[in-house]
């Protein structure tokens, strides 16, 4: 994945969501600043040519009046203009108290009738610039030329201003675009939390929950009534599917009870034992089925009370001594009691030992005792063990790994499942590891009732039996 990938990732939609309005308006705002600058700078100038333009051409009626030319040469009080009136040969004729002596302020000599507009610095005011009209008129006296300009420096100031305002105002209203967006996104977002939230918790066993459908006609709206419609649909499928299961394992048991008894009949032989191996098996899985339809249903119903562990190893043990009496069996076994079903949990370590027995080359190895405030029991063997990459596989329903652990060991594929189940019920985990001796090692982990095992639980001790 790129860095921009994961970048996206650890942002989030109202990180990205502000981010990208913060940079949209930071750009938009930036240009839009940078014309608004501009148009008022460009404002501001003609403003000052229409002010220096009429100063012009009211000097210019005043040139036949010496008393109201010489009014027009005044300057008020916040005055920033300054005039001159030269004749034909460029000779300063009047000219502003602020400029008298001065050469003329303007090369500019347009033509009677005609006016001409230039920026350039004066000496009159060190580092100022001053728009310039230069206005040609005719007199009786021949022809003058009226200068007329005015300092920019008001320009300059309000430019400077704007450039202030737009840099403390521009970043400003970019960080509130960002914040607000990102207050609004999470806002439009909660329902989809809270369909997230309720979407985690909807498992095999409530397919009956939905997600929340907010009051809004919108997209998310339509989202949360399609997921709903479609979990209605898988809810459908899997009610189908567990009924379908729980009646044929139902229907499933007459006539298997009808077959085991006709091989009673029959008698001995190598074809009945092998049928009736296989009968057996049968009904195990009918058994399996018929449980695991129930747990998928209505969950796993548990009558909780004190179980000692070690009881339950013993008794697997001396019951795996007579089914199987070539199989080295070795108990370490510590006083261990919890809290659970005792039927389940028997059925659990039953299931366990089976399937070490069923892979063993020749020994398994049941061990109980407490481990970080929990119950636990081992059972290993020294068959071929699990590979790492497929040791959450083997608590699927129906998963064989390979030949090594096949059909043929008489296995079902569920005994694994249904102990995983009911150890998750009890609040406990169930792993598989590799044995010292190189096979498998089934680790079971049960919370403690308590650490007392109470009077008459045995000591730890080690038994073997082969």
Request: aromatic share 2%; proline share 5%.
């Amino acid at each position: 994945m790129t860095l921009a990938g994961r970048m996206r990732q650890r942002l989030g939609v109202r990180m990205r969501s502000a981010l990208a309005a913060s940079a949209v308006v930071a750009v938009a705002s930036v240009f839009t600043g940078i014309a608004f600058v501009v148009a008022a700078r460009v404002i501001l100038t003609r403003n000052v040519d229409q002010d220096t333009g009429d100063r012009a051409a009211q000097v210019a009626g005043a040139l036949d009046d010496d008393a109201a030319l010489a009014a027009m040469m005044r300057p008020s009080l916040r005055d920033r203009t300054v005039v001159q009136v030269l004749d034909a040969g460029g000779h300063v004729l009047r000219a502003s108290a602020l400029i008298t002596g001065a050469q003329p302020i303007s090369p500019l000599r347009p033509d009677p009738g005609q006016r001409r507009l230039e920026q350039r610095e004066l000496p009159v005011s060190k580092d100022v610039t001053f728009r310039i009209t230069a206005l040609g008129v005719a007199t009786a006296a021949g022809p003058r030329i009226v200068l007329v300009g005015q300092s920019i420096d008001e320009i300059d100031e309000g430019t400077e201003a704007a450039v202030g305002a737009l840099a403390v105002g521009l970043p400003l209203l970019t960080v509130i675009v960002g914040v607000a967006t990102f207050l609004f996104v999470g806002r439009s977002l909660r329902p989809v939390d809270a369909m997230r939230r309720q979407a985690e918790t909807i498992t095999g066993r409530n397919l009956h929950t939905r997600l929340p459908v907010p009051p809004t006609a919108d997209e998310i709206a339509a989202l949360a009534v399609t997921m709903n419609t479609m979990l209605d649909r898988i809810e459908a499928a899997t009610e189908a599917q567990r009924r379908f299961v729980a009646d044929a394992s139902h229907e499933l048991r007459s006539p298997l009870s009808t077959v085991v008894a006709g091989l009673d009949l029959v008698g001995d032989g190598p074809h009945v034992t092998r049928m009736r191996r296989e009968s057996e098996r049968m009904a195990r899985l009918i058994a399996d089925l018929l449980l695991l339809a129930r747990v998928d249903e209505n969950g796993l119903q548990l009558r909780r009370s004190d179980v000692d562990l070690d009881d339950l190893v013993y008794l697997e043990r001396e019951r795996l001594a007579l089914e199987r009496p070539g199989l080295r069996v070795t108990t370490w076994a510590s006083p261990v009691r919890v809290s659970g079903d005792p039927h389940h949990l028997q059925r659990v370590l039953r299931n366990l030992v089976d399937n070490a027995a069923r892979y063993a080359a020749g020994a398994v190895v049941l061990t109980t005792a407490l481990n970080a405030g929990c119950g636990e029991v081992t059972v290993a063997d020294d068959g071929p063990g699990v590979p790492v990459a497929q040791r959450d596989r083997i608590f699927d329903r129906f998963v064989r790994l390979d030949d090594d652990r096949s059909r043929s060991g008489g296995g079902t594929g569920l005994g694994l499942a249904i102990a995983r189940d009911i150890v998750i019920a009890h609040g406990g985990t169930l792993t598989v590891e590799e044995s010292p001796t190189g096979g498998a090692l089934l680790r079971l982990r049960l919370p403690l009732e308590s650490s007392d095992p109470g009077p008459g639980g045995r000591s730890p001790g080690r038994d073997e039996v082969s």
